[in-house]
């Protein structure tokens, strides 16, 4: 099997990105728990780690037209003339690369998650928030193996695209400990949950969805842990400083919403990026897709306190107020539930598998 450096659609310029650093190491030398609720989700942390090595079945393959078997109206040029004039080998191509183009924007941004998470264990004052942001430092070391696994079975990748990488340089670079949490724990993480959950839900490529089902459990766990942090900050700000914030949201919101447009794949197939672009910013399912981007977003940035008219008008522009109100615990534990069910029918498959393998050996003993 190919190695990721030798798959990659587009010549990388380096094999590594350097983002300059300034901030403080903070210790702390008060290990006694603070706030209880953070103590639970590190405790939940530890308590459910796991082994991509182990909990996913690496033998399954890919289907070639159509690697993770997902409904044709989730290509989103899908119904466009160009495309619709393709040959079945072609426009399996373009499923193909549309769909690795995907992942590998996933398994870039886990990439980003892991250095902010890194960040966050040195910079964040409170012991708490060190304590689970180790855990999340493990969680998204796995994501990236799993979704580079993945990919090793597309042997083709593509490196990150640009507005992933403005953002997280932007998170990156900003030396406060809360920036980090919002750029990456409620952004960032936030709008690839609404990603993941679409392979996981639509994805009939079993290993595909497991991939999503898995990481998305462990997401869900991070995206609550910056909404804890914050929630007990913002309030502490002054108005200018949590109107700042907003800023950032927005802009970060507008980038990440615009970032699908996929101009990578279009123009390495020869495509014309400008008619692809129009055709999946007009389709239907790219439409309900951007607007689902903000599903848990929006009711986590009410959450944390930064609500102001300036963030409620962007939001409103942007059609997505009416995920204000949205039950986060409940998606959540909507998220460990779907998890636990991918367990369950893996062992229902190995257990079945296994009863049919001890009647083959005792119908040959006998």
Known sequence: ???????????????????????????????????????????????????????LDWSQELDEDNPEQLPDEMLPINGMAQFEKMSRKEKANVRKHFQAWQLSQFMQGEQGALICTAKIVTQVPDMD?????????????????????????????????????????????????DMTYLGMQVVIEGLALASFAQIRDNAQNPLAAAVNAYVMQDESRHVAFGRLALRDYYPQLTEKERDEREE??????????????????WKNLGLDPVACGEHMYNSGFMTKFRSSLFQRIVPIVKDVGLWGPRIRKGYEEMGVMDYANQDVDQMQSDDESIALEFDARRRHIESMAARANGMTATAAAD
């Open 129 to 177: 928030s060190k304590f689970y942001a180790s855990t999340q430092v493990i969680d998204e070391a796995r994501h990236v193996e799993s979704y580079k696994r993945l990919l090793e079975k597309f042997q083709l990748a593509y490196p990150m695209t640009k507005p992933l990488q403005d953002l997280i340089e932007q998170t990156l670079l900003d030396s406060r400990w």
């Open 1 to 55: 099997m190919q190695k990721i450096k030798d798959t990659y659609a587009l010549a990388l310029e380096d094999s590594h990105w350097s983002v300059p650093q300034n901030f403080d190491a903070m210790f702390n030398w008060n290990y006694d728990p603070e706030r209880n609720a953070m103590m639970g989700l590190y405790r939940k942390g530890v308590e459910m780690q796991w082994d991509a090595n182990e909990r």
């Open 248 to 265: 950032f949201l927005l802009e970060a919101s507008y980038l990440m919403r615009d970032r699908f447009d996929a101009v990578e794949v």
